[in-house]
Structures are given as C-alpha cells and as structure tokens.
C-alpha cells in the first residue's frame, strides 16, 4: 500500500502539469450591447471587417496575407471562391472588404467591385435561393451596394454625380459597362439634372427624417421642363425630387467568373415608385424623401429673402405672386395649396409637408402646390392674385372641368395666408365695394380696362373648385400687432407696393367719394394696414360667411393657459381667429410663428386630408 506522502507527491506532480496547460476556450459575462456592437460590427460602422468576411478569410488560410497585403488577398479570396462555386458567405466577403479597400484607396474600381460582389450576394442567378430576410448580411450587403454605387459615380467639382449616358468602369478583376438610356433622366416632361448624393448628407431642421430602406442609390435631382412642353403647374425651381439610382447587373455570378459584367443605370422617381423589379420580384428602393426636401429648402435662401420680401422694393427686392408644385402634375391626385402668411414663405411649411408626404394615404393621392407672394401687398391685391392662379392652373390642368380630382380643391393658410385663404370661398357681393364708395359700381366712370380690374379686386366670386379650406392662426379679425400706429407707418415707410397695385390706388381715390361714408384714400393700404382691427377691410372680410357647400376648418394657436376671451399666440387673439360655421376647430398650444411644426398642427391637418379623401369623388390611386 502506497505511503500517503507518495500519494501526496504524485498528485502534487499532476497539479503541477495541469496548471501549465490554460483552457484553450473560455466564457466571461459581458455587457449585452458591447456584445451586440461586437456581433454588428462591419465596414459600414468601422474600420474592420465583420466576423462573417473574417471567418471567409480564415477558411481559405488568407488572414494574414490580408492583414500585410489586402489586393492580391482579395484577388486569392475570389479565385478560390471561384473553384467553390462562389458560395454566398465568400460574395458576401468580397464585397465588405472591397468596400473597406475602397475606404483606404478612394479608387472607383474599388467602389465597383464592392457593388458587383454585393448584388451578386442578394440577387444571385441560377438555383442558388435569395437568402434569409433575418440574416444580417442581407441588410449589410444592401447598404454596401448602395453607398458603393454613390461612390463608384464620377463626381463634378460641386460634389453632383457625373453622367454621360453610359459608362466603362474598371474592376479589379475585369470591366464593368453600364448602359443608360437618354430617357433615364426625363420624367413626366422634366428633365432631371444636379443630381446630389444624399445619404451622406446631416439634416437638420426637420423634425422627422424619413428614409425608406431598400436597394439603391438616393439623390436629390433638380428638375426642368424638356423643351417644347406645357406644364399646368411648374415645379419649383428650388425643388429637388427624391430619385434613386439603381445599376441592374446581368448575370453577376457569371460575370464574376469571367471578369466581364454588363448592367443598366436606372433612375426612379421615389415619390411616385417605390420598388424596381429584379429577376421578376419587386425589391424596394432605397429613397431619402426628407434628405432631398431638405437640401431644396437649403439652397433655396427662402430663409434669408422672407423679410426682404415683404418690405418690398425698400431693400431692393420684388416677388412676382406665383403658383409651384413640388413634383411633377398628375391627373389623378387632387391638388392641396399651402399659402404662407407675413415675411414668411413657402419654407415655413417644410415639416408638414415632410409629414404629409411620409404618409403612403397622402402621397399618392394629393399634388402639393404652393403659392408665394409679397405678404406686404394689400390683402385683396394678393388674394386676388392667389385666385387668378388657380383658375388658370385648373384651366389648364382641367379646361372642361370634368375631372373630379382638380375639382376638389383643398386649401390651406397660414395667418395672413388664411385671410387669402378665405378669398378664394367668400361671395362679397358689393361688401367690399361699399367700404370705397357710395356710388353703385355700374355708375362709375373709369375706363373699361381700369372698370375690370376694379371689378375683379372688389367683387369676390367663390372659387367653384375649391371644396375644403383650413385656417391656421389666421386673424379672422385682424391681429393686435398690427395695430398701433408705430408699427403701421413703420409699413407705410419701408413696404413699396407693384405698379398695378400703385395704378388700382389711384382708380379707387378717384372714384371714392369723401364726405359720404366711404373710405377716402391718399395712398394704397399694406397689408398691416388691412390686419388692423378697426381697418374697414378686415372688418369686412370678417362679416362674410364662407360660401354654403363649402367645409372649412380653424386651426388656432395659443402660446398660455389663459382664459380663451383674452388669449393669443403673440400676434392674434384667439377671439380673432375663431370664427363660427366651421366644421371643426383645434386648439394648439404654440407661439404664432412656427405653430405648423407642431405634432398637434400637422395631426389635425393629416386627419382632415383623410377624410377629405374619403368623401372625395376623385378615384383612389390604383394600390
């Protein structure tokens, strides 16, 4: 029997041995998320590949050759998934570590191998199944192709893409030749130029930013009439259009092998198509709606000509009255009017619409026009204006008056921009006409031309295509800031008002009769003038009805909790701004300025759209 020393001696000896051997494998609690960004990881987010290109290296005993010279690696790594039958894992591989190389090179063959290899990854030919929807790789390979396919473009110096209608790109393995018809970048009679890569681009200023995920390339394009054509409603000059570029490879996995690859650029207008078709299925595009609303608003200096414009000539500056679209017109959707209100502009109504258009109910079914002008003129001038160009886009869109889409006319105004709102749904009769003078309208002696235009100014005829008007913040009544007389002859001295608004002044002195009840005047109201509450046009305004048949809606700011019969936003009384007969009223805590931004503003008005929608006659889109 063994001495317990010697039993002690050879455990000892034993213990000794083990400890010299670490456990090859071991585990430690981590953080979860230090583990998911471990587990995420791939060259879109850093510097290193991912697991699954780095286990795609491993296999192949390429890790180290990568590590000291990635090319020739990645040239070894696509020769032996060659002889593999390019399996999906190595496609996979290829395309994140080319991207990762292009990072390094900045070479536009990089770039393109990173497309090649990742839309051989999701859109393989052959037997080969599309792969999982829950796989990672799927969502990373498409994020791959599409920043690869920005980058992979040649660029001008402003940072636009460059193209030339078709195209060579060297590969590192072989060619790639993408063709492009001239069509390509001509829609619906515009054509789409200063194409500006978006996703690269920080937004700031939006409340939302909504991006569609998908395949592709997002833009920002600028659009012009093609020559010889009439469009009913131009779009914006400072409007860009979402558009996603797409190069559809024949036979990638083919082309892979023989190093020679073909495709076809495509550019899809995102705004009215939201998918491609490849290999028969319809894939979603990548689209970035809010980015190019975004980068239109800031090339636009809106923000910069609001105040300049509203004082007119003072500073050297005029703004024709006039009527934009933000995409291209369209039979079937039914236009909405956005008119902003004082030294304000088009811009203002940027979050809303960013809003409205994310909604696929909205989209489709409504044209988003605006209309701009001098918000220094007189109210009636402006709003005349505002009528006259929506007879003549519906004239033109619709001359027979037939289609029940431009005949249900939505319109929606901000402040001042309300109060024009309003004069596109009143039927004055000779209300106005009798604030100027006492004399009956037929017994005035002007020349015709001069009598017409009087007439048009003074005797309000609701507008028969428009159905449905919104007010927001508008002072029904005039606003108290318009009032003290500071603040009116400050408007008197800066605001120089237009040539035919200067004439209109001079036929209404002559015709009004002093003395006599009417109102005599020396010069042409302004606008702050015409806001006044005691001013004879806002009094008069205010006592007619919007025409029967007619649906209308308030949408009131307050900026306190104070009591309704003494609270405000700053600049209208909530007593001004509401006013009876309408179908509903809303009641939104904000200042004056900004209160469209507000969640409970743009709510209310998506509420009232759908249900604008709804009873419309105007056919629903095709789904």
């Known amino acids: 029997m063994r001495s317990r020393l010697e039993v002690a001696i050879r455990f000892g000896s034993l213990a000794l041995l083990l400890s010299g051997c670490a456990t090859p494998v071991g585990i430690e609690i981590a953080s979860p998320r230090e583990v998911q960004r471990y587990l995420t990881r791939s060259a879109l987010t850093a510097d290193l590949p991912s697991d699954f290109s780095k286990n795609e290296l491993r296999r192949y005993s390429l890790i180290e050759e990568y590590e000291d010279e990635p090319v020739p690696a990645l040239a070894a790594l696509r020769e032996a998934a060659i002889k593999d039958g390019l399996p999906a894992a190595t496609l996979f591989a290829l395309a994140e570590l080319w991207f990762l190389q292009a990072d390094d090179d900045e070479l536009q063959s990089s770039y ?112 012009r009439p093609l020559p010889g054509t009439v469009q009913p409603v131009l779009v914006a000059p400072m409007a860009r259009t979402p558009i996603t570029a797409v190069v559809l490879i024949d036979t990638p996995m083919e082309g892979v092998r023989t190093g020679q690859l073909t495709g076809r650029l495509e550019m899809v207008a995102t705004l009215e198509t939201t998918t491609t078709e490849i290999d028969g299925a319809q894939v979603p595009l990548e689209s970035e709606p809010t980015a190019a609303l975004a980068a239109g608003l800031a090339e636009s200096q809106f923000w910069k000509a609001e105040l300049s414009v509203f004082l007119g000539n003072a500073l050297g500056v005029r703004r024709e009255a006039n009527l934009v679209a933000l995409r291209p017109y369209k039979p079937s959707r039914i236009p909405a009017v956005f008119v902003h209100g004082t030294a304000s502009s088009p811009a203002r109504w940027g979050n809303m619409v960013n809003d409205l258009l994310a909604d696929p109910r909205l989209r489709d079914r409504y044209a988003f026009w605006f209309f701009s002008y001098d918000s220094g003129n007189p109210i009636g001038y402006s709003g005349h204006k505002l009528r006259d160009a929506l007879t003549q886009a519906v004239q033109r869109t619709d001359p027979d008056g037939k289609n029940p889409c431009t005949e249900d006319m939505i319109v929606l105004g901000h402040s001042q921009g309300g109060l024009l709102t309003k004069l596109t749904v009143i039927d004055s009769g000779d209300a106005f006409w009798r604030s100027i003078s006492d004399t009956p309208f037929d017994r005035v002696s002007l020349a015709a031309a001069e009598k017409a235009r009087l007439k048009q100014w003074v005797f309000v005829e609701p507008l028969p295509f428009v159905k449905e008007v ?60 015409n806001m006044s509450p005691g001013n004879r046009f806002i009094k008069t305004l205010a006592s007619i009805p919007v025409a029967p048949g007619v649906i209308a809606h308030s949408i009131i700011a307050v900026d306190s909790d104070a009591p309704l019969d003494v609270a405000g936003d700053g600049v209208v009384k909530y007593e001004s701004a509401h006013i009876a007969g309408v179908d509903s009223e809303v009641i939104v805590h904000s200042p004056h300025s900004g209160m469209q931004d507000k969640s409970e503003t743009v709510e209310e008005v998506r509420r009232i759209f759908l249900e604008h929608s709804a009873r419309s006659a105007c056919p629903l889109p095709a789904p």
């Open 112 to 223: 393109a191998a990173a497309v090649v290899y990742a839309y051989a990854f999701l859109f393989p030919e052959g037997d080969r199944p599309v792969g999982n929807r829950l796989d990672p790789r799927e969502r990373i390979a498409a994020d791959l192709y599409n920043r690869a396919l920005t980058l992979a473009f040649k660029r001008t110096d402003s940072g636009t893409l460059a193209l030339d209608g078709s195209g060579e790109i060297a590969l590192p393995f072989g060619t790639l030749r993408v063709a492009a018809s001239p069509e390509t970048l001509r829609k619906a009679g515009y054509e789409l130029f200063d194409l500006l890569p978006v996703a690269e681009l920080d937004v700031k200023g939006f409340r939302n930013r909504y991006r569609q995920p998908g395949i592709g390339a997002p833009l920002a394009a600028k659009a």
């Open 470 to 529: 919104i007010f927001l913040a508008t002072p029904q009544r005039g606003s108290y800031l318009a009032g003290p007389q500071f603040v009116r002859r400050l408007a008197e001295y800066l605001v120089r008002l237009p040539s035919d608004a200067v004439r209109m002044s001079t036929d209404i002195a002559t015709v009004a009769r002093p003395g006599t009840g009417s109102l005599a005047l020396a010069r042409m109201p302004t606008s702050i003038d």
